[in-house]
């Protein structure tokens, strides 16, 4: 098993640009989240999804739009990159089975919006 | 509202000494408490996890944390230090419920001496 993985590992991007990171598990788990990890604030919930064919917001959505077409897979876009934007990414999985789930996460996709 | 907070932002152990990390949270309920590892240019991992029974919990690499509901605590423990912990820690929270979102405090970089 892969777990979660994460593609790109590393990106730069022009102000204005667009991008998607793709983010893949292979344990069928039903919950996935995106993050984003910037210096002395910890992760920030973007957005979320609890199945497939659903998402939600979570405490930082501004700017990302995000799709979850298939079960293994949830996509975040950026449409318009800012240099706000500039952070450490983090997928991650559950199975949803239970409240109190672990969270398995990817290794991350560094961005650098210039 | 509810928030995990970790006041140390970086602490310096000696190779061999104990550690604790501080973890507070502010919840209306007993929360679910994780702590996660992240070494440098990786994803998170899960040492280990509270969600009911016994307050004293053990995870991998050694470590334990003890949940304390009257100092709103979940302090993380290890009695020996190896250079190998070297690493950022971070203490997060959920309150279960139908979408099992976590609140992430903002980290402890561990620095360990020789």
């Known amino acids: 098993n892969a777990g979660v993985t994460q593609t790109p590992k590393f990106r730069v991007l022009k102000t204005g640009q667009s991008m998607t990171l793709l983010c893949a598990q292979d344990?069928?788990?039903?919950?996935m989240y995106w993050y984003r990890q910037d210096p002395g604030m910890g992760l920030r919930l973007i957005h979320y999804?609890?199945?497939?064919?659903?998402?939600a917001k979570g405490e930082v959505p501004d700017g990302y739009n995000v799709s979850r077409l298939k079960k293994q897979n949830f996509l975040l876009g950026l449409e318009s990159a800012a240099p706000s934007q500039t952070s450490v990414y983090f997928c991650?999985?559950?199975?949803?089975?239970?409240?109190?789930?672990?969270?398995?996460f990817g290794p991350g996709t560094r961005l650098l919006v210039l | 509202a509810q928030s995990v907070t970790q006041p140390d932002i970086h602490i310096t152990v000696s190779e061999g000494a104990s550690l604790e990390l501080r973890c507070n949270y502010s919840?209306?309920?007993?929360?679910?408490l994780f702590w996660y590892v992240q070494s440098p240019g990786q994803g998170l991992q899960l040492l280990l996890k509270?969600?009911?029974?016994?307050?004293l919990v053990q995870g991998i690499k050694g470590f334990e944390a003890e949940f304390k509901r009257s100092q709103s605590s979940f302090n993380l423990r290890k009695p020996s230090v190896h250079w190998s912990d070297a690493a950022e820690y971070f203490c997060?929270?959920?309150?279960?419920?139908?979408?099992?979102?976590?609140?992430f405090g903002t980290g402890t970089l561990l620095a360990v001496q020789p």
């Open positions: 991650a999985s559950s199975s949803g089975l239970h409240s109190q789930e672990t969270q398995y």
């Open positions: 344990m069928n788990h039903e919950y």
């Open positions: 999804s609890v199945g497939e064919g659903t998402t």
């Open positions: 919840y209306g309920a007993t929360p679910y």
């Open positions: 509270y969600f009911s029974g016994d307050t």
């Open positions: 997060a929270g959920g309150n279960g419920g139908a979408t099992n979102k976590l609140i």
